[in-house]
T-cell receptor, first 115, second 111 residues
Framework: ETGVTQTPRHLVMGMTNKKSLKCEQHLGHNAMYWYKQSAKKPLELMFV???????ENNSVPSRFSPECPNSSHLFLHLHTLQPEDSALYLCASSQESGTASYEQYFGPGTRLTVT | KQEVTQIPAALSVPEGENLVLNCSFTDSAIYNLQWFRQDPGKGLTSLLL?????REQTSGRLNASLDKSSGRSTLYIAASQPGDSATYLCAVMDSSYKLIFGSGTRLLVRP
């Protein structure tokens, strides 16, 4: 257990559905991250939040909408997704962002399938 | 643009063998390099982190080396066990503090 939990662990949704992924960290960290791991591409950074402010949006389509209501919780709201968005979505947290001094701790991921 | 490559993509060895996983990166301007383990359907577990000023790190049967100038790192696993079967990911922290990942090496250790 890394101290980062994600729910749900598996999600199947149609292209017209709206769903949300949830991440919670119990480590007292100030930075949280969303990553996408597709079958055919390396793990890639989507968003970075520091002290509840978005500090990085890595050219992610607007059908992915992150929300960070407090430093312990991070959401990824999904709407009108495409089949190519099927992937493992990983959340991570670290003490701070924008520094090499702190490791990132990863959650177990949500396996998303878009039909 | 930083790119991370891992070779081989997959590896199958009998139990007890020593093995080496390779990672290369295109831009030597990194803050650190990290090796992770990922079990099927699960998140990432950090194994070793090497700061850019360091040459190697050791943890139990694992030893990771870093040659920043040549853009290479190796992960050495001694006396492999079936429980070592997993995907091993290499990641570098680039000059903008982003983690850039390789595609991983899928390891199978046969009993």
């Amino acid at each position: 257990e890394t101290g980062v939990t994600q729910t749900p662990r598996h999600l199947v949704m149609g292209m017209t559905n709206k769903k949300s992924l949830k991440c919670e960290q119990h480590l007292g960290h100030n930075a949280m991250y969303w990553y996408k791991q597709s079958a055919k591409k390396p793990l890639e950074l989507m968003f970075v939040y520091s002290l509840e402010e978005r500090v990085e949006n890595n050219s992610v389509p607007s059908r992915f909408s992150p929300e960070c209501p407090n430093s312990s919780h991070l959401f990824l709201h999904l709407h009108t997704l495409q089949p190519e968005d099927s992937a493992l979505y990983l959340c991570a947290s670290s003490q701070e962002s924008g520094t090499a001094s702190y490791e990132q701790y990863f959650g177990p991921g949500t396996r998303l399938t878009v039909t | 643009k930083q790119e991370v490559t891992q070779i081989p993509a997959a590896l199958s060895v009998p139990e007890g063998e020593n093995l080496v996983l390779n990672c290369s990166f295109t831009d030597s301007a990194i803050y650190n390099l990290q090796w992770f383990r990922q079990d099927p359907g699960k998140g990432l577990t950090s194994l070793l982190l090497i700061q850019s000023s360091q040459r190697e790190q050791t943890s139990g049967r694992l030893n990771a080396s870093l040659d920043k100038s040549s853009g290479r790192s190796t992960l050495y696993i001694a006396a492999s066990q079936p429980g070592d079967s997993a995907t091993y990911l290499c990641a570098v922290m680039d000059s903008s503090y982003k983690l850039i990942f390789g595609s991983g090496t899928r390891l199978l250790v046969r009993p």
